[in-house]
Each structure stands twice: as structure tokens, then as C-alpha cells.
């Protein structure tokens, strides 16, 4: 089947949905989620969306606040225009119907995480994500202009390759014609072309073991756009979330939000003696990448299996109103956070690099746009400055939108574009050769490219990628397509991605650490 429309959106997230309901305005969209339109990683945020409301705060102290978390690597102009643009974006999102908590005064009620120095995250209770996932979904679903489809999974961007051509990624005259797209239903690649396509894939926590990320995280996107010969960058900053529920065997893992840091709970050791002074002034709160690795490195010199966290000194029923899904989510384990410490350990959570990016969410190929995790723009650095990914999303989303509007009506459908092939390819007889190179993936990248890494290791863990690379391409060649056996490939993609760019790295620096370069160089800024 092929299907044309002015607009292909990949992705349901806030970036997908929120850029979709700005061009909906100008031409027909077609919107794809893997899944449902419900599931993504902004469905989880927790702590909430980082933008510069009342005094003290300032857009100077967000800037800073934002340059210090990413050590050095953040474009300062891209920042400043994140951080100045973000309340006129927060303010539509309101419009379309997301309520954020508010004081008896009538302001906003703002909470405070990890590198900030002024309480400025506006959020709801603790589950502000979820809370914008559904009014954008409703929002999304009530306009004539947007065509939702769920369980349709994006393959690979069709370019000048698919007519035969040759191309390389330093061709600047490469572009995309929209996406070839696996339907879950019956199990069909469809040909969908557009005028401009937007990647709103998210990140790639699956890569990990023990991850914030529900089950869609499997850098899908960062993967087409590198198969297609796009300019990924900064992969090796994979942003590990400091704290997130101690519950082997669980997945996702539960999200312990920062912003309960900000509101007074303190690390502790497993046998409850606080080390955070070890590390750093800003103790419980400095930015995520000094707290991940200095748990961590408390986890190995104890040989504990996680650390605590304790909020048992606060006053409890505020706890409980300001945080109800904890409370509710650690008293269901037996664990009653207002006079029990909470058990938890780091897990990977965002990813800081992807598809590189110009100020307007355009991608290295024409007509191709990225905004949201998946997306490189500058803005974080070596490390991203809690709640500023949400923000970035909306600015990215509307400023993607602004510039594709005006191009829509001199760009022209390419109607020559070749059907997926599937000619010889039989279903995969076990599928254990898929879940169990899944599970080995995740184990390579959990022991030798999380959170402390070292020349040794990363050699080690290429080598046994390229070992799954090879059976799972051949295996790939010959399969009728499935989501498992393409995510698989994908998280391949985003590993080696990952190894090749933190091996040419000879220094440690925001989220890459490695034992063999401990030290930083100095950096000029952008
Ligand atoms: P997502 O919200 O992840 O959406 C991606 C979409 O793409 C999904 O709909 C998915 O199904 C779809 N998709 C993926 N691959 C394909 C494919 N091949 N084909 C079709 N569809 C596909 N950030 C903050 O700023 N503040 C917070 O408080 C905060 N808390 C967080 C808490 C948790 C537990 C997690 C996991 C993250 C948190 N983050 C937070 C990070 C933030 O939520 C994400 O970075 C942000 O929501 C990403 O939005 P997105 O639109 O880019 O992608
Ligand atoms: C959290 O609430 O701790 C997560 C915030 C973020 O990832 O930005």
C-alpha cells in the first residue's frame, strides 16, 4: 500500500504530538506510534518541564544553570534560545489543556531539581508526563487534519537509495521522501510518502538492563537516520538517572524523581551514613552525572547492590501530597517512604545525542526533520540539566513546525519510490535468536559502557556487537520484518554508535567517564 500526505510524523510523544497539532493547521499529517498513542517515554516524566517563571529566577541563571550541567560541550547560543523560548511554550501548552500545579496564591508551584539553583520546574503532583501525553492525545484525536495510527512501526527513511542512487553521508543534497512503515497488524510494509518528515522517536534506554524507559525506547530513530546516511552526534552521553526504584527483575525501573531531592531527601549509603559531601558542594543535588557516579562507585567499594534514599525526616503529609504515586508506588513493595529510607539504584535514562540538528529541528537530509530525545541540538551538552528535556521538545516542535510551513508548497511528492521488497523472506522460526542477542546487547552495554567505562572495555564490548551485528543482519535479509527483530537491529545501531564515539574520546567529560583519561581537557565554548 502506498499513502501520501504533506506531513509524516513518527512518534506520539510531546514532540511528535505537539508539532503535529501546530502543522495540522497548514496540511494533512499522518502520525505513526509503535504502540499506542498513550505509551512513550514523556508518559513517565515526573518531575516536570524547567522554564524561567517569577523572580528570583532569571533566563541568565537558567542559561548558566544549563551550560554548568553540560561541562563545557553546550552551543550557548542554542541555549539561550531554549531557555528564552520555553515559557511561551509552556504558556500553549496550558492552552491546549495541561494543568500544572498551583500554590493557595494562585502561581505556579515550583519544585526544584539536580544543577538548578532556583526552584523553576513547573510540574504536576509527580506525574506531570502523563498529564501532558493525555491532554495532547485528546487534543490530537479531535482534529480533522491528523490521521492517528497506532501499532505501525517506521522501518527505515526512504531517500535517493531506494531509487538506486548513491549515498553518502557527506552528500549535502540528500533527501527524504518519507518512510517505509511495518503495520502491526498484518504485518504489511507500507510505503508512506510525505513532503516532510518529522523523527519523534525518542531515546534508546533499552539498551541498557536497568532503565527508566518503558519498552518503546530502542533508538529507532537514530538508527534510520544513520542507516540513511544522516549525522549522528554525541552518542556517548547517556544520561543515567541517579535514582530509580531498587526492584530486581522489574522493567522499566520506577523513577524516584529528583525533585524529591529538591524538596529535602538525602542519599545514604545501604547502611544509612551520608556520602554525598564526598563528591560534591551541592550534595544530593548536584547535577546527575557527579550523583550517578558517585553512587555507583559507593555501590562498588561496599559491594552493596544499591544505595537509599531518605525523605523519612520530612514532613510527612506534605510527602504524600506533593508525591502520591511514589508513596503509593513504594508502600504497594511494603515500603513506607515517610519511615522507611528508599532502596534505589542508577539507571540509564536519557540520551543526550542523536540526530544532529540545526536551530530549526532540521536534520542533515532534506526534508527531514528530529526534535524531542532523539534529536542533537546543542542544548545539553555532555549532560542534560534535569526537566529541560521536556522544554526542549516544545521549543524544538514549534520552531520544526514555523519552518516547514512555508516549504510545503514547493515541495513535490515523488511518486517513483519502489514498494518494500519482500520477495524470498519467511517468518523467523525461533525467536529466541532475537531475544536472546536482545538480552546479550543489553548485557555488553550494561557492563562495559554504563556509567564508568575504560579503552578495555569498550574494545570488548565492540567486538562481541559485531559478532550479534553479523547474525542478526543475516538474519534480518531473509525474515519477514517483526518489531522485536528491528529494534534489535536498531539497539545494535545505536551500541556501536555509542562505543565508536566514546572510543574517540581521550578525555572524561559530563556522562562519559573512563578510568584510562580521568581527566578533561579544556574546552572553548561555542
Ligand atoms: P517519547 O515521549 O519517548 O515518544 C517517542 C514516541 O515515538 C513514542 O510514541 C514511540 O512509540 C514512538 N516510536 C519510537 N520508535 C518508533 C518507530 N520505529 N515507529 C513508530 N513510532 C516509534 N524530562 C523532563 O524534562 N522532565 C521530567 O520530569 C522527566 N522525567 C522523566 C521520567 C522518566 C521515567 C523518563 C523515562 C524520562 C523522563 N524525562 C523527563 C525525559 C523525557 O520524558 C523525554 O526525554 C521526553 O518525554 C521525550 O519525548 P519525545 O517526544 O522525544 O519522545
Ligand atoms: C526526574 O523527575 O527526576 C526526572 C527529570 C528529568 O529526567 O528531567
Redesign the pocket.
Known amino acids: 500500500m502506498i499513502k501520501e500526505t504533506d506531513f509524516l510524523v513518527?512518534?506520539?510523544?510531546?514532540?511528535?504530538l505537539s508539532f503535529a497539532l501546530k502543522v495540522a493547521e497548514h496540511g494533512k499529517v499522518i502520525l505513526?506510534?509503535?504502540?499506542t498513542?498513550e505509551?512513550?517515554?514523556?508518559?513517565?516524566?515526573?518531575?516536570?518541564?524547567?522554564a524561567v517563571t517569577y523572580e528570583p529566577d532569571n533566563f541568565e541563571k537558567h542559561v548558566e544553570d544549563t551550560m554548568g550541567a553540560g561541562d563545557g560541550l553546550c552551543n550557548r547560543k542554542i541555549v539561550e534560545m531554549v531557555v528564552q523560548e520555553a515559557p511561551a511554550q509552556i504558556k500553549q501548552l496550558i492552552e491546549w489543556g495541561v494543568n500544572f500545579d498551583q500554590n493557595e496564591k494562585g502561581k505556579y508551584d515550583l519544585g526544584r531539581e539536580g544543577g538548578h539553583s532556583e526552584y523553576r520546574v513547573l510540574h504536576h503532583k509527580d506525574n506531570?508526563?502523563e498529564e501532558i501525553q493525555n491532554s495532547l492525545v485528546n487534543r490530537v484525536k479531535s482534529h480533522k487534519n491528523i490521521e492517528l495510527l497506532e501499532n505501525?512501526?517506521?522501518?527505515d527513511i526512504i531517500t535517493q537509495h531506494h531509487l538506486g542512487k548513491l549515498v553518502k553521508r557527506s552528500h549535502k543534497d540528500t533527501e527524504c521522501y518519507g518512510a517505509y512503515?511495518l503495520n502491526l497488524k498484518n504485518d504489511q510494509v507500507d510505503t508512506y510518502l510525505s513532503k516532510i518528515t518529522l523523527i519523534?522517536?525518542?531515546?534508546t534506554?533499552n539498551l541498557y538492563d536497568t532503565t527508566?524507559?518503558?519498552k518503546?525506547?530502542?533508538g529507532?530513530?537514530v538508527a534510520?537516520v544513520y542507516r540513511a546516511k544522516g549525522i549522528i552526534e554525541n552518542m556517548e552521553f547517556i544520561q543515567f538517572h541517579p535514582t530509580s526504584l531498587y526492584n530486581p527483575g522489574v522493567k522499566?525501573s520506577f523513577?524516584i524523581?529528583e525533585a524529591l531531592r529538591g524538596f529535602g531527601a538525602i542519599l545514604k549509603t545501604f547502611d544509612g551514613k551520608e556520602f554525598m559531601h564526598k563528591y560534591d558542594k551541592r550534595e544530593s543535588l548536584a547535577p546527575r552525572d557527579i550523583v550517578a557516579r558517585a553512587i555507583d562507585h559507593e555501590m562498588k567499594i561496599s559491594g552493596s547492590d544499591h544505595v537509599l534514599l531518605d525523605a523519612t525526616h520530612l514532613d510527612s503529609e506534605k510527602l504524600k501530597e506533593h508525591f502520591p504515586n511514589i508513596y503509593k508506588k513504594c508502600l504497594s513493595l511494603n515500603i513506607d517512604i515517610t519511615k522507611d529510607p528508599i532502596p534505589v539504584i542508577p539507571a540509564a535514562?536519557?540520551m543526550c545525542g542523536g540526530i544532529k540538528v540545526d536551530k530549526n529541528g532540521c536534520s542533515t537530509i532534506n526534508r527531514l526533520y528530529a526534535?524531542?530525545?532523539?534529536s542533537s541540538t546543542g542544548l545539553h551538552g555532555a549532560n542534560r540539566l534535569?526537566?529541560?528535556?521536556?522544554?526542549e521538545?516544545v521549543v524544538y516542535a514549534d520552531r520544526a513546525a514555523k519552518h516547514t510551513i512555508s516549504r510545503t508548497n514547493h515541495i513535490k511528492i515523488n511518486k517513483n519510490i519502489p514498494e518494500w521488497d519482500t520477495k524470498g523472506a519467511t517468518y523467523t522460526e525461533e525467536m529466541i535468536m532475537i531475544t536472546q542477542n536482545y538480552k546479550e546487547v543489553q548485557q555488553i552495554m550494561s557492563n562495559y559502557v554504563g556509567i564508568v567505562r575504560s579503552n578495555l572495555r569498550l574494545e570488548r564490548a565492540l567486538r562481541r556487537l559485531e559478532i550479534i551485528y553479523k547474525e542478526t543482519e543475516e538474519l534480518y535479509q531473509k525474515s519477514i520484518l517483526s518489531q522485536k527483530l528491528?529494534e534489535l537491529r536498531n539497539l545494535i545501531n545505536v551500541g556501536y554508535l555509542i562505543i565508536k564515539m566514546a572510543q574517540d574520546i581521550h578525555e572524561s567529560r559530563g556522562l562519559h567517564y573512563t578510568i584510562d583519561y580521568p581527566k578533561k581537557h579544556t574546552v572553548s565554548e561555542f
Open positions: 513518527i512518534g506520539s510523544g510531546i514532540a511528535g505513526i506510534s509503535k504502540t498513542l505509551e512513550s517515554n514523556t508518559k513517565y516524566a515526573q518531575g516536570g518541564i524547567a506531570t508526563g505501525h512501526f517506521a522501518v512503515v519523534a522517536t525518542g531515546g534506554g527508566t524507559n518503558p518503546i525506547a530502542t529507532d530513530g534510520m522499566p523513577l524523581t535514562h536519557y526534535a524531542g530525545e532523539v534535569a526537566s529541560n528535556s521536556l522544554s521538545a528491528c
